[in-house]
């Protein structure tokens, strides 16, 4: 080997060297003043702010028209996806089960039972997100999310956005397409996500009239 090959070989050897150690001493002066700084950031919340040692999930099993255990204004976002009327069902034989309910009519009063809950639980300016979508009997398009929706305004809420959800590749796509082929209607391949707030206290809406019950429209 040559000498002008040997000292490339040793120049780039120390470079590595050099950089590789330049490196280590970063990370480790980083480290060394992050971890302090990181640790007492976590005692200190741990010591001045004990709720937060408290955070705790809970689950209860009941019945959403029935709110009984949640305090009144002590909720701050609802998130809730409810059947659509007995399309799919989630039992067989609990009376509670709102996929039972095959009468509309009938839906739309439960559904107003758990709007209002909603509205008694939420605290003020907050949102309920309700996910619900469409369904047809007799060849016939049958606007279920808009008896939602009227419940929700009903109820005392506002709307603020009505977001279009794409529905496709479920599990009952290849059953119903064969069924609209043969007798001849579409497919219902969306959902409406509602974003619902409660208004403050003593909120003058009188503005949101179009987005409320209030012109007694719905």
Same mark, same amino acid.
């Given at each position: 080997?040559?000498?002008?090959?040997?000292?490339?070989?040793?120049?780039?050897?120390?470079?590595? &060297?050099?950089?590789?150690?330049?490196?280590?001493?970063?990370?480790?002066?980083?480290?060394? $003043?992050?971890?302090?700084?990181?640790?007492?950031?976590?005692?200190?919340?741990?010591?001045?702010?004990?709720?937060?040692?408290?955070?705790?999930?809970?689950?209860?099993?009941?019945?959403?028209? #029935?709110?009984?255990?949640?305090?009144?204004?002590?909720?701050?976002?609802?998130?809730?996806?409810?059947?659509?009327?007995?399309? $799919?069902?989630?039992?067989?034989? #609990?009376? #509670?089960?709102?996929?039972?309910?095959?009468?509309?009519?009938?839906?739309? !009063?439960?559904?107003?039972?758990?709007?209002?809950?909603?509205?008694?639980?939420?605290?003020?300016?907050?949102? =309920?997100?309700?996910?619900?979508?469409?369904?047809?009997?007799?060849?016939?398009?049958?606007? =279920?999310?808009?008896?939602?929706?009227?419940?929700?305004?009903?109820?005392?809420?506002?709307? !603020?956005?009505?977001?279009?959800?794409?529905?496709?590749?479920?599990?009952?796509?290849?059953?119903? &397409?064969?069924?609209?082929?043969?007798?001849?209607?579409?497919?219902?391949?969306?959902?409406?996500?509602?974003?619902?707030?409660?208004?403050?206290?003593?909120?003058?809406?009188?503005?949101?009239?179009?987005?409320? #019950?209030?012109?007694?429209?719905?």
């Amino acid at each position: 080997m040559s000498l002008p090959v040997i000292l490339l070989n040793l120049s780039f050897f120390l470079l590595v &060297k050099t950089s590789f150690f330049t490196l280590t001493f970063k990370v480790l002066t980083l480290y060394s $003043i992050f971890f302090p700084l990181t640790f007492f950031f976590f005692f200190f919340i741990h010591i001045f702010y004990p709720r937060f040692r408290k955070i705790t999930q809970k689950v209860n099993h009941g019945d959403a028209r #029935n709110l009984n255990e949640i305090s009144d204004e002590s909720v701050n976002l609802i998130c809730t996806h409810p059947p659509y009327l007995n399309i $799919i069902q989630y039992s067989f034989d #609990n009376p #509670n089960d709102l996929s039972q309910i095959k009468d509309v009519e009938q839906f739309f !009063m439960n559904i107003k039972k758990i709007t209002d809950e909603c509205f008694r639980v939420l605290v003020p300016s907050r949102i =309920l997100a309700l996910l619900i979508g469409d369904t047809r009997r007799n060849r016939h398009y049958i606007p =279920l999310s808009l008896y939602v929706l009227k419940a929700a305004l009903d109820s005392g809420f506002l709307l !603020m956005e009505d977001i279009i959800k794409h529905q496709w590749n479920c599990k009952s796509t290849d059953k119903w &397409k064969e069924q609209s082929l043969k007798y001849n209607f579409h497919l219902i391949m969306h959902e409406h996500l509602y974003i619902l707030r409660k208004p403050r206290k003593n909120e003058d809406i009188s503005k949101f009239k179009y987005s409320s #019950n209030l012109n007694g429209i719905f």
